[in-house]
């Protein structure tokens, strides 16, 4: 489509800080999620102080699931390293999805309480920061060429831009194709959220859409995350998908 910078400007720099750009967006993502979470549920009544503390909480729980994951996946690359820090360096990011998610799911129940909602209604206000964080983080990746599409020569949805190791070449941006799916889930929440609907069918039908835009992007990546040769994202993105629609349809039916 066009080119672009054969190099990437990995960090920021604020003075003598550093901070990588990964990082930032998913600060970045985290913040603005947890921003454009509360404001909807003050409009809504409410109480914005204990859901911000409960899906900041989510965010922080997420991170770390999302770093085992990863490095549960790559574990033969860390096994023997002669950096007993690097398992946390993310200095180079390493981090999967759906492990935060996994985590998250977890201890929902216990931060619903703390928010003061039902189940159901914090997932609901939980996935607007999920959203808003996922399109920062996709962002990130993109400037930092990890997650990338693999090499194509495709004159459409193709573009030169470079992956971690530099690599310069005409690649698929699936970073960006992602970050274009999660905006329509946005969009879908916009219209969707005002209206009547039962508690977590917003988050459920989120969720869905995510799982199939990501089934789909998934075989476009460069280096997918593999178990004996198996994509295992997109086995679980399948599942996720799967899981949602038919929760959505149950409490849709009870609802009606």
Request: a positive charge; hydrophobic letters at 50%.
């Amino acid at each position: 489509m066009f080119e672009v910078m054969r190099t990437l400007p990995r960090n920021f720099h604020f003075g003598r800080r550093t901070v990588p750009i990964h990082r930032a967006f998913v600060a970045l993502g985290i913040y603005f999620g947890i921003v454009l979470c509360t404001i909807v549920a003050k409009e809504n009544g409410i109480p914005v102080v204990p859901l911000a503390l409960a899906v900041a909480s989510c965010a922080l729980a997420g991170l770390i699931g999302a770093r085992i994951y990863h490095l549960i996946l790559f574990r033969s690359l860390y096994r023997d390293s002669d950096r007993p820090n690097q398992l946390w360096d993310r200095s180079s990011a390493g981090s999967g999805l759906f492990g935060g998610l996994f985590v998250v799911a977890i201890i929902s129940p216990a931060m619903a309480a703390l928010a003061g909602l039902s189940f159901g209604v914090f997932w609901d206000y939980l996935t607007i920061a999920l959203l808003v964080g996922a399109i920062f983080t996709r962002f990130g990746c993109f400037l930092n060429g990890c997650c990338g599409g693999r090499e194509t020569a495709l004159r459409f949805f193709a573009l030169t831009w470079p992956n971690q190791r530099e690599e310069c070449k005409r690649r698929i941006p699936v970073q960006l194709l992602e970050v274009g799916w999660l905006v329509l889930a946005g969009v879908g929440l916009i219209y969707y959220f005002p209206r009547p609907h039962p508690p977590g069918t917003a988050a459920l039908g989120a969720l869905a859409w995510y799982g199939v835009g990501r089934t789909i992007l998934e075989p476009l990546r460069e280096e997918p995350d593999k178990i004996a040769r198996i994509r295992i994202n997109q086995v679980f993105a399948i599942f996720l998908t799967i899981c949602c629609v038919l929760l959505f349809l149950l409490l849709d039916r009870t609802a009606h």
